[in-house]
């Protein structure tokens, strides 16, 4: 009866994936993203460390003085 014990390592197997899973969630609960687990809060996550609020990303200051991706506008 082989059939019988696939079933039965598929079952195992659905165990541990649901363990786990469910050490997934409560590492993510106490980390919260950091990869340290220093526990910083979440909306810490949204923003890049270096990066200043107020100051256009360097592809959005090409984009408005007219140059592309690569250098100038290719005129």
């Known amino acids: 009866m082989g059939s019988l014990k ?15 899973a469910a050490r997934l969630d409560g590492l993510d609960a106490r980390t919260s993203g950091t990869p340290n687990g220093s526990g910083q809060r979440d909306g810490k996550r949204q923003r890049p460390r270096g990066k200043k609020r107020g100051k256009p990303s360097r592809a959005e200051a090409r984009a408005a003085a007219g140059q592309g991706p690569h250098g100038d506008s290719g005129e």
């Open 6 to 20: 696939q079933a039965a390592e598929i079952m195992a197997l659905r165990e541990q994936v649901k363990a786990l």
